[in-house]
């Protein structure tokens, strides 16, 4: 009876009710409120206003689930979406994306738009008030009718882009401020001036055949006038690309040349950025001008605009020669593509291209890496070759293992592979093979790690193909850019299988398209050159050149050694000055008014008109009788230049060598103690060629005078002497025939022959030497020569009297050295070129080059040191 009285239900407190009767009226009480609740507004579910603080939510909330929490007898619905509403308001990106959109939740869109990319695809979300707004209500839209047309204009005005629609003040000077027929400027020269032009290659049938473009060399008309912001500029020089060689043409008759070097000769009336005598590069926007329909920067004066050109700055200028500059948009080619494209690189990684040969950017790319230490790998894939091509997947040992062509290559493609390969290893390249089987084989064999970064330079159809091959994976950052596209290009052509494996990230580019993509990239492209000057004047940096002069040089010959896959010099055009084009002119005149009267007479040797002035006649055969048995200096000769010293250890030296100097007093301080202890066992005699009685002019010559100093002097040809030139020519003879008498003195004292001889010199008695061993006036060939800093002058001359003296048949040639100070101003960069290329002419001669950092035109101990360095190798073993 005590467990049932436990169990029995306590007394029932006076006023309750059972709680089965309750139920129905609560519920229907608590849906009613939930109802309510559902699709408000969360402010106004919480009843605080839009602009509240976190502080007042809460406060709000923590009053509002007193009276609706479910354990205090509220509903359970109505408190759900008090709380939602909380938790959405009180977390700030929530209640930022309910602020914006009225919707709690993300959508699809939204919620992959934010894990895409870190977020940044999901930052502009579209309003809430724009979900109204994208609703068309059909009834409304009926009732409404049609919308007026000026309605729509204004809505299609409101929409539009108005990026594109600004209004420089060019555009204003254009076509608001005048008429440019009002502002044109007349062009001072009249004539004709050069042009190289281009024809395509057709068959029988008119169709174009791939290769080089026929080219030819012909006067041709200038622009009458300027328009208000053209430029007339004069060109000095202009590479002999690809561009130029390959060039798509569709019409005959073309002026080629897509950039060069020149000065402002003229500007327009609105042209105000440009004085004249400015140097500036022409490089003109990608998407102005076509490879079919080049600039035509191969003439003497080329029209373009302000665009088309980039100023040079001074301190550039300075260091840097016109055949220098005119590569810029080479070497900053190179520069770029290894800085923006080898951002992930380290030093010690591996760069991997494929036409380090062919042009200026892929020797400059080769020293950059050299600098940078990167690892150049190149593959040299000459014309007639056996082809050995990598077909499969990327990375099977299947692909290169199974791709193999014994086929031997012929004699002359094997002579050719080694000469480039070791011209490239020269350059900096640390390995060379023939394809990209060999690279892989190489790879496997040495167990090294592929390279990140490929440079397609040759955009054939398996080209990129072949290097996507031997390259690191995607996911390793790889990437392959294809800057070439001149030449032998074609569609490229890659497998879609091996690029989705390979993974990596294949690009273009092009150095224009990037120096007019910022105006901040013209600026670095000279802060990339003044950098490079640096370079230069280290002695680290160099590009060889051959010139061609446009008009005098054969074009073909240019056009041909471009195109030689075995030439490692970057041929450079140059141009006759506008006094050389108005000369041409009046002799073409001339000629013409000759055959309108239809006269008969001789025609000139040099094809400048059909009457010849008696004074170039006279000229012409004094030039001809010049260092010949003929000359008068042959015929009456001096007597033998003195000795002013000799340094003879020895009564029998094993060789002696011959001193032509500038200054004896300051070179004898360091000779005598160079030869003592370098050269014991030789002979030197150092001749005293300033106190020969021809020696007045020549001698007296200052070497830091403007036009020695900016190569103009040098670049005379025999036509072009004045009266004086051709009387210093005379003397130089006279000079150089004693030097011969006196030598042959010497060594018949010492008991020696010419073949122990051995050359040498400074400034401008080097240069007496070198007439005297290039112009046959030395009785035998010598052993060697060293010139230290040498004025020669007229190199063109002494080019165009190759011709007439070919030297001695058979044996080997000559070692000739040549050494030049970085800061002798008195042998400028244009000068060396040209003597180089003279030097070039003569093949009883092989000379070598070589250069002094921070050396001026002086003999001191730096230059007597390299000049006992080099005499050991003169001399003869």
Known sequence: SRLAGRLSAPPAPIGWAPRCAAPEVRSIAAGAMAAALQGQDYYDVLG?????????????????????????????????????????????????????????????????????????????????????????????????????????????????????????????????????????????????????????????????????????????????????????????????????????????????????????????????????????IILPKPTKYAGNKPIGTARTLVVCNQDDIVPIPAQVLEELTPEQLCLTPNIVCAYVLLESFGSTLQPGDSVLMNAAHRSAVGSSMLQLCKLLNLRALCILDLQGAPKTRVKGEYGSKAAWQEAENKTPAPPSVREQYKRISEWLVSMGAEEVFPDAAAVLRWRDRNQRLLPKLGLDGIATRESTEQLIHCLDSGDKNAKCVVYGGYGGAQPIAVAPRLLSSWAGTLEGFSIARWVHALSANAAKMMAVMDSVTKLVRGNKFSIETVLYKVGEDAISDAFMKAAEASNSSQVVLIFPTLQEETENNGNIGAAAGSRAAGGRSSRSPTGRGDLEDPTDKIRREWLKLLFTGESEAAKNPEDPMAVACEYLSTESPSSIVIWLGEDMRTEHRFLEPLMAEKHPSAGMACLSWTDHPCADFYGQIDVQQPSITDGSWYAQDGMHMSASDLDMLHDIELIARSMVMTIEETISKVGLTWADVVLTGFGKGAGIAMYAALLGLLPAQVAGAVFMNAIVPFPMFLGEKSTQFKGPSGGAPVKMFTVWGSHDRATPASYRQMLANTLRKYPNVQCTPDTLPDNAHVFDQTTAAAFGDLLSLAMRR
Request: hydrophobic letters at 35%; charged letters at 30%.
């Open 48 to 280: 605080v206003p839009r602009d509240c603080s976190v502080n007042e939510i809460r406060t709000k909330f923590r009053q509002l689930i007193v009276n609706h929490h479910p354990d205090k007898g509220g509903d359970g619905e109505a408190f759900q979406i008090l709380n939602q509403a909380y938790n959405t308001l009180t977390d700030p990106e929530k209640r930022a994306h309910y602020d914006k959109t009225g919707r709690d939740e993300l959508s699809v869109e939204e919620e992959f738009a934010k894990g895409f990319g870190a977020g940044r695809m999901a930052r502009n979300m579209r309003p809430k008030e724009a979900d109204a707004q994208a609703v068309v209500n059909m009834a409304e839209q009926v009732s409404q009718g049609p919308t007026a047309h000026n309605d729509n204009f204004e809505a299609w005005m409101r929409e539009r882009d108005t990026s594109e629609m600004v209004m420089t003040d060019k555009d204003f000077m254009k076509t608001a401020l005048f008429n440019a027929a009002d502002s044109a400027t007349d062009v001072r020269h009249r004539g004709h001036v050069q042009h190289v032009l281009g024809s395509p290659k057709t068959d029988a049938y008119g169709k174009v055949l791939p290769g080089p473009v026929q080219v030819n060399v012909k006067p041709r008309p200038v622009k009458r006038t300027l328009d208000h912001d053209e430029i007339l500029i004069r060109m000095l020089a202009v590479p002999l690309d690809d561009a130029m060689v390959y060039a798509d043409l569709n019409q005959t008759s073309v002026c080629l040349g897509h950039t060069g070097i020149g000065r402002v000769e003229q500007a327009g009336a609105r042209a105000e950025l440009y004085k004249e005598d400015d140097c500036v």
